[in-house]
């Protein structure tokens, strides 16, 4: 929408707010397997996720969002996820991207988190082995849509 | 120092490595527990400059209940013709280990490479390598109980392990019964060409 000099828009100011964060949900850099191919895709032209503004993958928890849990959680690594989780500030997202973040996927073993969610909590789970990108950029959507009704994280849904 | 490639450990039927027919052109051989590090010394010595890896075996009814294996690489030193320098001589030392925890002499100052290999096998076999310079866990977490490449650790972990698996993990996905696959191949055609409507393959 372009506005001419001279006129002007009138909104709420909270929705305002909520329209500038959920076009910029800058994700933490949390590849961790696999899936973290197709998470690096998404950021790649042909899918280009810098259409939802989520195009700054961000090595700091400090100045991340969204963390996008990508692969299989092992369980050496489940203190470091929740470490950085805890270290993001307010308000923050997680997506589960895959079987293995998601449920432990194929490695039942003594090895693999069954399921990120008993670390951290999730906000959206993407089903797929991996999923695919678009999978991937629905949730997203499915985050900023959250955002957009005034969701501060923690609702559950499925991409 | 030729060997025989199929050396056993005292005579016992479980050794595998008296069945195993070779497998590459390594020399195989076995070794006692006090002789190791002179042994292994002396092959180094004598050209094996390059420690390319150590392993474990389990064997959990045999007494060595353990193998340490030394994979050995003899690179030419100087001035070979292309046939030695493609077909670099190749050791493999089998040392068995008993006890618990079971103990082996470090070779870490001998070959720089055995320092994270001897950490790996102490972390998933909880084997002691006597002498290490640095022996913590390399892959587990720190405060990780128990060592999860023996036979007798559960799949699962100890704490999972009397969880029942949901109902779809216990079941096979092929029905009983089920024809050779070629069989199946046939009879999905068949019903392939009957939905099209098209005379059955033969």
Known sequence: MEVAPGEFLLAKLDDVARW??????????????????????????????????????????????????????????????????????????VISMGACASSGGVFDNYAIVQGVD?????????????????????AVTLIQQQIR?????????RA | ??????????????????LRPPIDDAEIERCEPNMLRARLSALRDAGATMLLDVGAVDYPEREPRFDV?????????????????????????LVGVAGEPPRVPSVADLW?????????IFDLFGIVFDGHPDLRRIQMPDDWEGYPLRKD???RGPAREKTPRPAFALKSNVPAGTPPSGAVAAALQRQIAKARGQEPPA
């Open chain 1, 20 to 93: 500038a964060q959920s076009s910029s949900v800058w994700p933490l850099t949390m590849g961790l397997a696999c899936c973290a191919i197709e998470m690096m895709s998404v950021q790649a032209p042909q899918y280009d996720i810098a259409r939802l503004g989520s195009e700054v993958f961000r090595a700091s928890p400090r100045q991340a969002d969204l963390m996008i849990v990508s692969g299989r959680v092992a369980q050496k690594m489940a203190p470091i996820i929740r470490r950085l989780y805890d270290q993001m500030a307010d308000p923050k997202w």
């Open chain 1, 118 to 138: 008993t670390v951290i909590p999730v906000d959206v789970y993407v089903p797929g082995c991996p999923p695919t990108p678009d999978g991937l950029l629905y």
């Open chain 1, 149 to 157: 009704q005034g969701g501060r994280g923690g609702i559950l849904a």
């Open chain 2, 1 to 18: 120092m030729p060997s025989p490639q199929t050396p056993s450990v005292g005579g016992t039927a479980l050794d595998p490595t008296s």
């Open chain 2, 69 to 93: 294996v030394y994979h050995l690489l003899a690179l030419p030193a100087s001035a070979a013709t292309v046939a030695e320098v493609g077909r670099p001589r190749r050791i493999r030392v």
């Open chain 2, 112 to 120: 720089a490479s055995a320092d994270w290999a001897e950490r790996e």
């Open chain 2, 153 to 155: 650790y559960p799949l």
